[in-house]
């Protein structure tokens, strides 16, 4: 069974620019959450979806948006790059959203670099 | 103040050796998860637990409910454990709001 995927693997952008990252849930997987991880640091949470609706948000400014797709991947955008961007962005992927608990399956990541 | 604490941060042992890490928390949860990152960023859920103890190959984890804590526990160590451990915790009524903690990194010398 495939695991949790994510593209692309790395990313270079400028200030400025707009990015999209992807991820793809473990099949049967209805929830997905992002979690954004500075070198040296553990994750911190962006977002999580579930059945295409955000039920978290993390404390990050609004140039971070989300969305989650009927076949629940999901994708999530920065808008206006800042250097304090540059991170390893995780999605992970769990059975169901709202109940306590559920492990999380993690992909790979992105890693997103701006200069 | 940090919600999660994680002990130590660094970790040098010898092949063999046995191994504690541990993870305080100052929140109420419902889960509390251990997980490994290798370098290069992927992360593996070793364990979650509400309760108890569990064990899967040489590792075992542990939680205190009313200490608020929780300790991964690495048998005969080998170098492949290297890694960065990270107890992570399930806050808020929202499963996909884990909190993390920064992590210990591991070095097991063969």
């Known amino acids: 069974d495939a695991g949790v995927t994510q593209s692309p693997t790395h990313l270079i952008k400028t200030r400025g620019q707009q990015v999209t990252l992807r991820c793809s849930p473990i099949s049967g997987h209805k929830s997905v959450s992002w979690y954004q991880q500075v070198l040296g640091q553990g994750p911190q949470f962006i977002f999580q979806?579930?059945?295409?609706?955000?039920?978290g948000r993390g404390n990050f400014p609004d140039r971070f948006s989300a969305r989650q797709f009927p076949n629940y991947s999901s994708e999530l955008n920065v808008n206006a790059l800042l250097l304090g961007d540059s991170a390893l962005y995780l999605c992970?992927?769990?059975?169901?959203?709202?109940?306590?608990?559920?492990?999380?399956?993690f992909g790979p990541g992105t890693r997103l670099t701006v200069l | 103040k940090n919600e999660v604490e994680q002990s130590p941060q660094n970790l040098t042992a010898q092949e063999g050796e046995f191994i504690t890490i541990n993870c305080s928390y100052s929140?109420?949860?419902?889960?509390l998860h251990w997980l490994q990152q290798h370098p290069g960023g992927g992360i593996v859920s070793l364990f979650m637990?509400?309760?108890g103890k569990k064990k899967h190959g040489r590792l075992i984890a542990t939680i205190n409910i009313q200490e608020k804590h929780s300790s991964l526990h690495i048998t005969a160590s080998h170098p492949r454990d290297s890694a960065v451990y990270i107890c992570a915790l399930n806050y808020g009524g929202s499963q996909g709001n884990l909190i993390f903690g920064k992590g210990t990194k591991l070095s097991v010398k063969p």
């Open positions: 637990l509400s309760s």
């Open positions: 992970a992927s769990s059975v169901v959203g709202g109940r306590a608990g559920s492990e999380q399956f």
């Open positions: 979806y579930y059945e295409k609706e955000e039920r």
């Open positions: 929140v109420g949860i419902s889960a």
